[in-house]
Nanobody, 120 residues
Framework: QVQLVESGGGLVQTGGSLRLSCAAS????????MGWYSQAPGKQRELVAH???????TYVDSVAGRFTISRDNAKNTVDLQMNSLKREDTAVYYC??????????????WGQGTQVTVSS
């Protein structure tokens, strides 16, 4: 059974930084890709950052240049470094893991989520 556990969320002021971490049970290298998704109140969950087994990385435009996704196969973690945070970044952030390549990322496994709140 695959388990993904997120950590690192919290309350931060505008312009601050947070680092989210997703720890997987077992090797992350077995997944084709992993990603971080955000879900703000009343909105759909959306992809924020995505990294494949081959280290191809994509970001949603709103976070490009501010967020960095990284994958550590030795530690079985995928992290999201979030800098220059804005109020609109406030959301629950979920880690997702995909077993196979798809045209549009659709995780097979999800973590429980971690709350990020950015205050002015």
């Amino acid at each position: 059974q695959v388990q993904l556990v997120e950590s690192g969320g919290g309350l931060v002021q505008t312009g601050g930084s947070l680092r989210l971490s997703c720890a997987a049970s077992g090797s992350v290298s077995r997944f084709y890709a992993m990603g971080w998704y955000s879900q703000a109140p009343g909105k759909q969950r959306e992809l924020v950052a995505h990294i494949t087994r081959g280290n191809a990385i994509t970001y949603v435009d709103s976070v490009a240049g501010r967020f960095t996704i990284s994958r550590d196969n030795a530690k079985n973690t995928v992290d999201l470094q979030m800098n220059s945070l804005k109020r609109e970044d406030t959301a629950v952030y979920y880690c997702g893991a995909e077993l196979n390549s798809r045209v549009h990322p659709r995780p097979d496994y999800w973590g429980q989520g971690t709350q990020v709140t950015v205050s002015s």
